[in-house]
C-alpha cells in the first residue's frame, strides 16, 4: 500500500503513448494536474538511461505559484519503461520523503490499445541506507487491513 | 534519521516482519513470544522491531511488564493511505488530459491521412463533426 500502483488503457498504439511522455512538445500539452500548465520552453528532456527531465508546472491563475520536476531517468527502455526518480528531500508536499522513484510501464494490449501502468513508490532515508529493507515485497497484508 | 511522524510510519513500514508483525496484530493482540514465533529470530530482535513499530505509533503496548502485549493501532496507516490518495487523484487527473491528449493527436492524424480523408478532404478540418445517433 505505500506503493502507488495505476493502471489505465488508452485507445492509442504504444509508440504514441509512450511519445506523449517522451516528445517535449506532447508532454507541454497534456501534463500536469487540473489548474497547472507545463510552459514548452520548461520542457528539458534527454530520455535516456541516466538522462534527465526537467519541466514546471505552473499555475493557470498565478503564474508565480510553481512546481518544478528535476528528475532522474534510471532506466528507459524504448515504447516499453520509463524509471525515473526524483529526489525531494526538503519539498513540500514530501515531508520525510528523500527520493520518489516513479516506473511508467507500456504494455500493448492489442488492437491499437495501450495499457498504461504506473508505479511510485516513496523512499525515506532509512530505506535508502538499506537496500535490502524489502520495500518492494508485497503490501498484500497491510491492504487488507485497511480494507477491513 | 527522519523524526517527523510520516517518515517514522515509513520506516517502520519498510520491513517485512515488521509488516508481518502488524499483519499478525491485526488478528488480535500478542506477547512478545507469540510474535517471535513463525520468525527465525531472537526475542530481542522483536523486541527492537516493536520499539520502531511503537515509535510510529502503529501499536501500543501494554505496560504490564510481565505479559507485556502488543495491539495495534491502524490509525498511522491511514495517513499515509491519505498520502497515497494524493498521488493517486493527482495521476487519476493528469491521465484523463493524457487520454484527451492521445484522441487529439490521433484524430489529427487522420485528418493528416490523405487516403483516409479522402472523401472528406473537401470539409474544413476543423469542422466538428456531428454524430447522428
Known amino acids: 500500500m505505500s506503493e502507488l500502483v495505476i493502471n489505465r488503457v488508452f485507445d492509442a498504439p504504444r509508440d504514441l503513448v509512450y511519445r506523449a511522455f517522451t516528445d517535449p512538445d506532447q508532454l507541454a500539452q497534456w501534463f500536469g494536474p487540473v489548474g497547472f500548465h507545463v510552459p514548452r520552453e520548461s520542457v528539458d528532456l534527454d530520455v535516456r538511461t541516466g538522462g534527465h527531465e ?79 529493507a524489502g520495500w518492494e515485497s508485497s503490501f498484500t497484508k497491510l491492504d487488507a487491513l485497511l480494507a477491513a | 534519521m527522519a523524526t517527523d511522524r510520516l517518515s517514522m510510519i515509513f520506516a517502520a513500514l519498510a520491513d517485512p516482519t515488521r509488516r508481518a508483525i502488524l499483519a499478525r496484530l491485526a488478528e488480535g493482540d500478542a506477547t512478545v513470544s507469540e510474535l517471535a514465533e513463525p520468525f527465525a529470530i531472537s526475542l530481542p530482535a522483536i523486541s527492537r522491531h516493536l520499539k520502531v513499530l511503537e515509535g510510529a505509533g502503529l501499536i501500543t503496548r501494554s505496560r504490564s511488564a510481565q505479559w507485556r502485549s502488543s495491539s495495534l493501532n491502524p490509525a498511522p496507516l491511514r495517513e499515509v493511505q491519505g498520502w497515497m490518495e494524493h498521488y493517486r487523484r493527482y495521476w487519476d487527473v493528469n491521465l484523463d488530459r493524457l487520454d484527451a491528449h492521445l484522441r487529439r493527436i490521433q484524430a489529427a492524424r487522420q485528418d493528416n491521412d490523405p487516403q483516409r480523408n479522402a472523401p472528406t478532404a473537401a470539409q474544413p478540418p476543423e469542422t466538428e463533426k456531428r454524430n447522428p445517433s
Do not use: C, W
Request: glycine share 8%; proline share 5%.
Open chain 1, 54 to 132: 526537467r519541466f514546471t508546472m505552473v499555475k493557470d491563475d498565478d503564474p508565480s505559484f510553481t512546481s518544478p520536476v528535476n528528475a532522474t531517468y534510471r532506466e528507459v527502455i524504448e515504447n516499453e519503461l520509463i524509471v525515473g526518480y526524483e529526489d525531494v528531500e526538503g519539498m513540500p508536499g514530501f515531508e520525510g520523503i528523500v527520493r520518489f522513484e516513479s516506473r511508467i510501464e507500456f504494455h500493448d494490449e492489442g488492437d491499437g490499445k495501450t495499457r498504461l501502468v504506473i508505479i511510485q513508490s516513496p523512499h525515506n532515508e532509512d530505506i535508502l541506507d538499506d537496500a535490502s
